[in-house]
């Protein structure tokens, strides 16, 4: 009983990490990790207090917080209520809901994933390119209805090798997506913040220009003030109606409202979207059209990724990146 009082004690002098929402797929790594000796973790979301309750109550001792894809925002207003926070991570990529500017003033340190899951985000994008292009997804669909029998063959599609490809942020995603396209011979060019100065492929300044000359765009850049609503009407005008559109970045990327309409329009040919605005509503237009593939924000990693890098001590130094 006193063993179990001092583990008790000890336990509760851990620095505290709070957790605003289940970490998706910690199932993959679950027992070492809740098991941590060198923490406590704070599931608020388990809390029958209301948020900004709970964290007043908690925040002297809480001194990181633990973040995932579609976890709530980490606000200047959060942040205020935890002075003693000088460290977030997020097993995300993006840091879209992270208040980045805030943590710089208070010289809270930030860590993302990195470039840990690249390889798998890249392999989704070109996954979703080949089966809006193929139908794959669309005549599984029609052998599994029985249509085949009925109503004889399936509309061909079209053929990957020699589209040209633009590539809206070429980070370490973009970057293999490009990798894995040309391998399937497709030309590659790119839009990004800045022109990089050892990478080739040809550059635009501008996305829509970027969008004018190509067959296909993929998203793969962060969601920032700046690329809100970045993939609008007019750039996916300027795609055009044999265009395809594929986002493997953030929803709201897009403007989705205008995607819908332009692929209800027939002004591009198709969509293949990993992401959405408001997830996971997704909206309802796209259900009935066998141009578009969805999923439901799985591009994100596969179970042999993370647990790669994971060792016998934890995660390996090196894994998550500071900011
Ligand atoms: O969307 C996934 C991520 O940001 O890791």
Not at 62 to 75: C, E, M, N, Q, W
Not at 264 to 276: P, R, S, T, W, Y
Not at 288 to 315: C, I, Q, Y
Request: glycine residues 8%; aromatic residues 8%; contains cysteine.
């Amino acid at each position: 009983m006193a063993e179990s009082t001092d583990c008790h004690k000890a336990q509760q002098d851990f620095p505290k990490v709070l957790i605003l929402k289940p970490i998706p797929f910690i199932n993959l790594v679950s027992e070492q990790y809740f098991a941590s000796n060198k923490f406590t973790f704070l599931e608020a979301y388990d809390s029958s207090l209301p948020l900004h309750q709970f964290l007043s109550t908690h925040s002297p001792s809480i001194k990181a917080i633990l973040s995932s894809v579609g976890a709530p925002p980490i606000t200047a207003d959060i942040l205020h209520l935890l002075p003693e926070v000088g460290l977030v991570v997020t097993t995300s990529v993006g840091l879209n809901q992270v208040d980045l500017l805030e943590c710089r003033r208070r010289g809270i340190k930030v860590a993302n994933a990195g470039s840990i899951f690249s390889d798998d985000v890249a392999d989704f994008a070109v996954g979703l390119l080949i089966d809006v292009l193929r139908k794959v997804s669309a005549s599984d669909g029609y052998v599994r209805k029985g249509l085949w029998a009925t109503k004889g063959d399936y509309p061909l599609g079209s053929k990957l090798g020699g589209k040209r490809i633009g590539i809206v942020g070429l980070g370490n995603i973009g970057f293999a997506v490009a990798k894995r396209l040309e391998a399937f011979r497709c030309s590659i060019s790119y839009n990004s913040r800045k022109r990089k100065p050892h990478v080739s492929y040809p550059f635009y300044e501008s996305v829509c220009e970027l969008a004018a000359n190509c067959d296909v765009l993929v998203i793969c850049c962060e969601l920032t003030d700046q690329t809100h609503h970045m993939i609008n009407k007019e750039v996916l005008s300027a795609l055009g109606k044999e265009g395809v559109i594929v986002n493997i970045g953030r929803g709201a990327i897009i403007n989705e409202e205008e995607m819908v309409q332009c692929l209800v329009q027939g002004e591009i040919a198709g969509a293949g979207l990993d992401v959405f605005e408001n997830e996971p509503d997704v909206p309802l237009e796209l259900f009935a059209m066998d141009n578009v593939v969805l999923s439901p924000h799985v591009a994100v990693f596969t179970p042999e990724s993370f647990l790669r890098f994971k060792g016998p001590r934890g995660w390996e130094s090196g894994s998550f990146l500071l900011k």
